[in-house]
Nanobody
Framework: QVQLVESGGGLVQAGGSLRLSCAAS????????MGWYRQAPGKQREYVTS???????NYADSVKGRFTISRDNAKNTVYLQMTSLKPEDTAVYYC???????????WGQGTQVTVSS
């Protein structure tokens, strides 16, 4: 059983920054990938970014150059630094953990990010 707890969401103006955190606990050993998906109102959940235990990263084209993911393995925590935020980044952001990024095994409860224009 893995528990993922996100924090750091909120309301920010376009062009601003936010930092999300995701703390993992439980049987996370063996899950190589952690990262984030997001879901905007009326849309499907979409992949945002992921990082492997070794530090390899991947980003959706829509966030490349603006978002940075990092990971503290000792704390089982993943961070998402979001800069140059746009209104279209508004969504609920979900942390995930899994063997590979495209097949998440566990999800956090989600944290709301709202970017005003």
């Amino acid at each position: 059983q893995v528990q993922l707890v996100e924090s750091g969401g909120g309301l920010v103006q376009a062009g601003g920054s936010l930092r999300l955190s995701c703390a993992a606990s439980g049987s996370i050993f063996g899950f190589n990938a952690m990262g984030w998906y997001r879901q905007a109102p009326g849309k499907q959940r979409e992949y945002v970014t992921s990082i492997t235990r070794g530090g390899g990263t991947n980003y959706a084209d829509s966030v490349k150059g603006r978002f940075t993911i990092s990971r503290d393995n000792a704390k089982n925590t993943v961070y998402l630094q979001m800069t140059s935020l746009k209104p279209e980044d508004t969504a609920v952001y979900y942390c995930f953990a899994g063997y590979i990024a495209t097949l998440p095994n566990s999800w956090g409860q989600g944290t709301q990010v709202t970017v005003s224009s």
